[in-house]
């Protein structure tokens, strides 16, 4: 009687468990088909999208066939210093249809080779013709064609940040920046390429591909506003617009070699910018300028700090280009560092601030040594546990749904261990790297459990604000200058392997603070064999060194920063610096 019990019993188990694996086999079948059928689509999305942007290049090819321009005189307006071509502009000397025309083929050029641009836009031809049809020549960009990060919504237009869920869904209206810069005479006329998700140093997706770097074509132009600084380096603009959460301005125009400014957060309107971090206000994002020459950067900025941004979006404090700053005389207190305490600098970033320290003083200024606080802790604790807040979820979210890009995968990965499995493995982690802080990082960036955790995090990052804004005023500071990164353009698919290196740029992310990148030397053979006493320890130090190598004459920024709202004297240390080279003639 028993045995048949136990019979029965063990019947039935086999039975249920049967069924059970049944049903799980057939869950994943299910899901296995309903995957590929999702990636078919979003494959397909892509193919459609890759169409339209084809047949808008070739449409633009066309019509600059039919002008008939002499390819010589556009290559001598692409030639011109920004200066020159709005004055150029203004006087009637070229008319807006003839820029334009030159830097459309010159965009085209450079396309070919970098891979920079993700589509053209196709009325700046009748908004040029509409300019010159006019007698008065307003706006301070009367007749400028200026390029726009793919972020940078555009009436007609998507914004696909890199994910193919975002193709197809177009803009009723243009952004508010995009809207004064129109005001001011501009001319948009194509759009950059990004990295998916735009929250690495990368410049890659799905949809648009990967853009090379304008000085070696096996490295990254740095991202996230990547096809704006290739393509403004190449020469095939002269004027662009990115955004920078944690250096997407100015590691770029590090890693290329042309001019970028990281406004206040507040400062300019970010109204109609996409991003997936609206809502995240502890570490704000930014916008700004970048441009192929400082008049540019400092027009720019001139142009879109007007009354007509203001009417448009009545949150930004009517604070307009201040001239008296940038033009003012007095001499300035500077301080500089080539080590944040976290990884030193390579050899060629510490001469660049060296020099423009140098500059700085043939110019009467006072330049001294300064240490920024705690930039492991800023770095771990307060910049990643911020920005990836709610444990990455958002960044998950939008990327698992559609066709993740090499770029994010690390992203990816991180965002998907649960904090447990990573709390174990944290001291493998650690031996590995040989590195806490990376291991902190790391664990930071599984963000915060609660809202109260959330509220805490604001006042640990106000605090630290506090802190740094004492020390910089017990030394009567005026501004600071300081490398973008701790190394120079790496190869592609490496920026995941240093990307501590970015401690130099989300300082001033964290601080909401202005900064400037801007270009000042290349690296030199010499630079390169000094990298012989880089420290060699650490899991980012061995691969800074190791992506160090072979950066003979890649380009070389320093960052200057100010307080809060003073982009006009951001924009005058960099003057500063480059008035001070010329006249020792280095530059
Ligand atoms: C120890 C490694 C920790 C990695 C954790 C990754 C999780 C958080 C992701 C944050 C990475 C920050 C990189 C910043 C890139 C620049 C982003 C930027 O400025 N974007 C502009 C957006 O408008």
């Not at 468990?17 to 892509?46: C, M, N, S, T």
């Not at 406004?263 to 809502?279: A, C, D, F, N, V």
């Amino acid at each position: 009687m028993r045995s048949e019990v136990l019979q029965m019993i063990e019947e039935s188990f086999f039975t249920i468990a049967k069924a059970a694996a049944i049903i799980l086999a057939g869950i994943a079948v299910g899901q296995i088909i309903q995957h590929y059928f999702w990636r078919r689509h979003l494959w397909q999305k892509v193919r459609q999208r890759q169409k339209e942007c084809q047949k808008a290049f070739r449409k633009l090819d066309d019509d600059l066939n039919s002008l008939n321009f002499d390819e010589e005189a556009l290559q001598a307006i692409c030639n011109l210093p920004t200066s020159e071509l709005q004055e150029g502009l203004q006087s009637g000397k070229y008319s807006a249809l003839e820029v334009l025309a030159a830097y459309q083929t010159k965009a085209l050029q450079v396309n070919k080779r970098l891979n920079c641009v993700t589509e053209p836009i196709l009325e700046a031809k009748a908004n040029a013709k509409s300019l010159d049809e006019h007698a008065e020549k307003e706006g301070l960009l009367y007749g400028i064609p200026v390029s726009l990060k793919e972020n940078y919504q555009l009436k007609g237009y998507d914004c696909t940040m890199g994910l193919v869920n975002y193709t197809g869904k177009l803009f009723k209206d243009d952004a508010v920046l995009v809207k004064v810069l129109r005001k001011q005479g501009a001319i948009p006329f194509v759009r950059t390429n990004i990295p998916q998700i735009m929250m690495t140093y990368e410049c890659s997706n799905p949809i648009y591909g990967r853009t090379d770097n304008p000085y070696d074509a096996t490295r990254t132009p740095g991202g996230s506003t990547g096809g704006e600084a290739a393509l403004i380096t190449a020469g095939g603009s002269i004027i662009g617009f990115g955004s920078d959460i944690g250096g997407s301005i100015r590691v770029p125009s590090h890693f290329c070699g042309c001019y970028g400014l990281k406004t206040t957060p507040e400062r300019l309107s970010q109204k109609g910018i996409s991003s997936l971090s609206k809502g995240q206000f502890i570490v704000s994002g930014s916008v700004g300028p970048m441009a192929r020459d400082l008049d540019g950067l400092v027009l720019a900025t001139k142009a879109i700090l007007c009354d007509y941004m203001y009417a448009l979006d009545r949150s930004i404090p009517p604070l307009s280009f201040r001239d008296e700053i940038f033009q003012s005389k007095r001499p300035l207190k500077i301080g500089y560092y080539v080590n944040d305490g976290y990884l030193q600098s390579v050899p060629a970033c510490q001469r660049a601030v060296m020099m423009a320290k140098t500059a700085l003083e043939a110019q009467g200024h006072t330049v001294i040594s300064f240490d920024p606080p705690d930039v492991p802790r800023m770095w771990t604790e307060l910049y990643l546990k911020t920005v990836a807040g709610d444990g990455g979820r958002k960044f998950y979210e939008a990327i698992q749904k559609d066709i993740p890009d090499r770029c994010v995968w690390n992203l990816l990965f991180i965002t998907r261990v649960p904090r447990w499995l990573l709390w174990c493995m944290k001291t493998i982690i650690r031996l590995v790297t040989q590195d806490p802080v990376h291991t902190e990082g790391l664990m930071s960036s599984k963000g915060c459990r609660s809202v109260c955790e959330w509220w805490q995090q604001a006042e640990v990052v106000e605090a630290y604000k506090d802190k740094f804004m004492k020390k910089w005023d017990d030394l009567g500071l005026d501004g600071v200058i300081c490398p973008v990164f701790a190394c120079v353009a790496v190869p592609h698919g490496y920026v995941t392997e240093i990307i501590g290196a970015g401690t130099y740029s989300m300082l001033y992310n964290v601080l909401n603070y202005p900064a400037g990148s801007l270009p000042l030397t290349k690296v030199t053979s010499e630079d390169v064999q000094q990298l012989e006493n880089y420290p060699n320890r650490r899991y980012f130090e061995k691969n800074i060194k190791k992506a160090s190598e072979g950066s003979i004459g890649l380009p070389v920024n320093v960052q200057c920063v100010c307080l809060p709202f003073q982009e006009e004297l951001v924009l005058r240390v960099m003057k500063e610096i480059e008035t001070g080279l010329k006249s020792m003639g280095d530059h």
